[in-house]
């Protein structure tokens, strides 16, 4: 799939876990990827990822903390000026405060297709991984976490991103 045009939708506001985010909902960068001709409404695509976001963001931070023990490279950025250091995470949760905050990346095709990401880039994602993290999902499914967040590549490239970029085995929540 060939996705040249980007929209801006503004903001999504999701429900969310209030032990990790200090409150019920949380609002989102959202942005939407496309065919220039093509003009899917994306709406109902946007009410699957509310309804699904918390749970979503579990599987991301299980598969996430599952690559950061796979991983001993990574390190953590302290923000401070200082070298990365390595922490020893004892629970998937503990990853929160160093993922940062996601945007929403979302590509339609075929009429009710979708693939959608939360994106985990930019300043904010203090996990050493070079050009940030992207959790790219089939619906429900987590089907890869790749080491980029270039959104439209990886949906240029799914097939291939999908059988031999993802960064590790992707538990089940």
């Not at 690559?67 to 990574?74: D, H, I, M, V």
Request: hydrophobic residues 40%; negative net charge; glycine residues 8%.
């Amino acid at each position: 799939m060939n996705v040249d045009h980007l929209d801006d939708l503004g903001s999504l506001a999701v429900p969310c876990d209030p032990t990790l985010f200090g409150a019920e909902e949380t609002v989102l960068r959202c942005r939407l990827w496309r065919e220039e001709e093509d003009r899917q409404d994306p709406g109902a695509a946007l009410d699957f990822i509310r309804e699904h976001f918390r749970q979503s963001y579990d599987r991301v931070l299980a598969g996430t903390f599952a690559a950061y023990r796979q991983f001993p490279l990574w390190d953590v950025w302290m923000g401070d000026g200082r070298e990365p250091v390595r922490l020893d995470f004892a629970a998937k949760e503990e990853l929160h405060p160093y993922i940062g905050r996601a945007s929403i990346d979302l590509a339609l095709w075929d009429g009710e297709k979708f693939l959608w990401a939360l994106a985990f880039g930019g300043t904010e994602n203090r996990l050493s991984i070079e050009h940030g993290l992207c959790a790219v999902f089939e619906g429900e499914r987590l089907e890869a976490l790749v080491d980029h967040t270039d959104f439209p590549s990886i949906v240029q490239w799914w097939e291939w991103y999908k059988a031999d970029n993802i960064l590790t085995g992707i538990p089940s929540v």
